[in-house]
């Protein structure tokens, strides 16, 4: 192993692919001393990045709209082969083709044993819950590389049985690590069911996980919100109803006009604390998207938030904005008696059970977010049209290892 190409966040709206060293075998200094762990990983092993995607949350950083300092490295979706392996590690051999849950978990503590593998308390100094690249999660070096650290590697790590399957699947596969499986429990823990209505807000790449994993979970129609016309047509492409918000009706009368009736059975917010309020302006009002999923659902309905808040966002239009305070009607929701899951998606729940959907041509998710591959190199332009609205999910190719379409 020589270097490492991994990406940066340098200022608002700029970041950069730079050589910095090959990860080692390593726990981040201040999670090992504020944990008490060994710094090295003999549980852990060195991945050879295959694919590697861009996320909406790493817009997030990369507006300038959180913490993170310049020099923060990139990248939490992420799918390789082992290079290299910790003496510890059992079940895992070098050479095989893994998918990483952007959650890093110990698989030691109350949480990951219970499940929750997105509050892992035994890998982040600051709170529970950890990721790799991100700000506030505990140090871990960003997979937007060419290679990287995973921890506790048998009990995070998704193993593909076919080295073969893997490589043609690829992009398909590449999204079991965030996306699909955060989709999917946007989706599951809205209720979702046999026949049932969904609206979901935002059509970027998670929007549009959730609204095909509502499909699969047997919705009757789905119906995705945007004001983004290509991400509309891709909600389209593959069998979803559209409402454009930038319109002068209101979002119960253009569900009514499809439905019959105001009303859904279940929502998703795909979208976050960047939401912009209805209308033809795009004056941010981060509140607004869970407002409106809690009028549009029918009392007793259930809601799925996988789009990010944060406790800390500098670009904020107010000062209660800025600590994550805002203005939702919970009132609206307690009346109506709904019920809300937020949080980090705990990946590990749901990606096996998408991968086996995968492997046997039962879900095809890389056409319904429209992946497109890019090299690494090119990451910085992947990032400024994505910010732009390009409708496409970009998956980086740090090592050339994706084959041709």
């Known amino acids: 192993m020589g270097g490492n190409k991994i990406v940066v966040y340098k200022e608002p709206g700029v970041v950069s692919v730079e050589d910095h060293d090959p990860p080692k075998l390593e726990v981040p200094t201040d999670v090992a001393k504020a944990k008490g762990l060994t710094q090295k990983a003999v549980h852990g092993v060195i991945l050879r990045n295959i694919a590697t995607n861009i996320c909406g949350s790493d817009q997030h950083m990369v507006r300038g709209r959180t913490t993170a300092p ?8 992420i799918m390789g082969e082992i290079v290299e392996k910790g003496e510890d590690v059992q079940f895992l051999d070098i050479g095989d083709i893994c998918s990483v849950p952007f959650n890093i978990a110990c698989g030691r503590c109350r949480n990951c044993k219970e499940g929750q593998t997105g509050v892992c308390l035994n890998v982040n100094p600051a709170r529970a819950g950890s990721a790799y690249g991100y700000v506030d999660m505990g140090g871990w070096e960003g997979g937007q590389a060419q290679y990287v650290m995973v921890p506790f590697a048998d009990f995070n790590l998704l193993k593909i049985p076919s080295r073969e399957q893997a490589l043609e699947k690829v992009l398909d596969l590449t999204m079991l690590s965030d996306i699909f499986p955060t989709g999917y429990h946007g989706a599951y823990t809205a209720g979702v069911t046999t026949g049932s209505t969904v609206y979901v807000a935002g059509a970027g790449p998670v929007g549009l996980a959730a609204a095909y994993s509502s499909m699969l979970l047997g919705a009757a129609v789905v119906i995705v919100g945007d004001r983004n016309a290509d991400r509309l047509a891709q909600a389209r492409s593959f069998g979803c109803e559209t409402v454009d918000i930038t319109q002068d009706a ?3 009368d253009q569900i009514a006009e499809i439905l019959g009736v105001p009303e859904v059975d279940s929502a998703v917010d795909a979208v976050g ?10 004056h941010e009002a981060p509140a607004t998207v869970l407002n409106s999923i809690m009028t549009v659902t029918r009392a007793g309905g259930r809601l799925g938030i996988p789009g990010l808040y944060v406790t800390g966002d500098p670009g904020a ?8 305070t805002l203005k939702v009607r919970l009132g609206l929701g307690w009346a109506k008696s709904h019920s ?3 949080g980090q998606c705990p990946v590990m729940k749901y990606n ?5 959907a995968i492997l046997h041509d039962k879900a095809h998710i890389a056409d319904a977010v429209n992946a ?4 690494l190199d090119d990451a910085p332009r992947g990032y400024q049209e994505f910010d732009q609205g390009a409708a496409r999910k970009y998956v980086l190719d740090p090592n050339g290892l994706i084959p041709a379409a």
């Open 70 to 77: 310049p020099g923060q490295t990139l990248g939490h979706e």
């Open 250 to 252: 209101s979002l119960e």
């Open 273 to 282: 604390f960047e939401a912009s309020a209805p209308g033809k302006g795009m």
């Open 317 to 324: 239009a107010d000062e209660d904005a800025k600590v994550g």
């Open 340 to 342: 809300f899951t937020t």
């Open 352 to 356: 096996r059970q998408l991968m086996m």
């Open 372 to 375: 497109t591959v890019i090299p």
